[in-house]
């Protein structure tokens, strides 16, 4: 089942007063089906977070659509929007985000608390996340008592109690080590095996690895796309390291 259907999506910026206009996505066209794990690839410049931030509702588009499960992004008002990305969407930030007076317990259950979930529901949806998370010794400290990984989790954590429709991750191990990375990347795996579907926008070849499809943006638009397939995640690693190679250096 398509659960994202994104078509001719373009985005125009303008200087002030309108003057010059940089456009930073022209024209793209891709869609996700429910339960994939596709990875968003491209050089800086490229607009792969331009598209984020417009399938996160953070930003309109100058044309096009984006349609999850059906429902039009585009036409949701603003004063709606805050409770559409609270219901169907899940974000994993570089930075983690996480507010430092709040214990990780609360963080987590924060979108639960702001859509006026009863208490009995959320502890019982912590206490089966936790343990998964390998939270459950961790959730009455607060940010700065944990290293970044663990504020990763509980991040992820925080994301992904909603049950959201998609996963929105944007870099998510770009402040991590690489140990902590590769924790946070068999993580993902383990949620999309269960079923969670996951879009995540990076420049690691190592992180797209662990996707299962891998789609390549330049100069504004889906250059490339590639399937795992059979392959392990260090064979997959190797196709997206040669096919990032010849799209750089690819004369347009």
Same mark, same amino acid.
């Given at each position: 089942m398509t659960l994202l259907e994104v078509s001719n999506l373009k985005k125009t910026y303008?200087?002030?007063m309108g003057g010059a206009q940089v456009t930073a996505l022209k024209q793209i066209n891709f869609s996700v089906e429910a339960g994939e794990y596709?990875?968003?690839?491209?050089?800086?410049g490229s607009g792969k977070s331009t598209l984020l931030?417009?399938?996160?509702?953070?930003?309109?588009?100058?044309s096009g659509t984006i349609l999850l499960n059906g429902i039009d992004v585009n036409a949701i008002k603003e004063k709606d929007a805050t409770a559409?990305? #609270?219901d169907h969407l899940g974000f994993v930030f570089q930075d983690f985000n996480l507010l430092d007076n709040f214990s990780a317990k609360d963080n987590i259950l924060l979108p639960l608390v702001l859509a006026r979930n009863n208490v009995e529901e959320m502890e019982r949806k912590l206490a089966d996340l936790a343990p998964r998370l390998g939270l459950t010794d961790l959730l009455e400290k607060y940010p700065y008592e944990l290293s970044g990984g663990q504020q990763q989790r509980v991040a992820a954590a925080r994301a992904i109690i909603t049950e959201p429709d998609i996963l929105l991750a944007d870099e998510p191990t770009g402040a991590l080590d690489s140990k902590t990375s590769a924790d946070l990347l068999a993580l993902f795996q383990?949620?999309? #095996?269960?079923?969670?579907?996951?879009?995540?926008?990076t420049h690691s070849a190592v992180a797209a690895s662990h996707a299962n499809r891998v789609l390549f943006i330049k100069d504004g638009q889906v250059f490339h796309?590639?399937?795992?397939g059979n392959l392990d995640n260090d064979t997959f690693f190797?196709?997206?390291?040669?096919?990032?190679?010849?799209l750089l250096t690819k004369e347009d």
């Open positions: 303008y200087t002030r596709v990875a968003i690839m491209g050089e800086s931030n417009l399938l996160a509702t953070l930003d309109m588009p100058s559409f990305r #609270r383990e949620l999309n #095996r269960n079923g969670q579907t996951i879009l995540m926008v796309q590639i399937y795992r190797t196709t997206i390291s040669e096919t990032m190679t010849v």
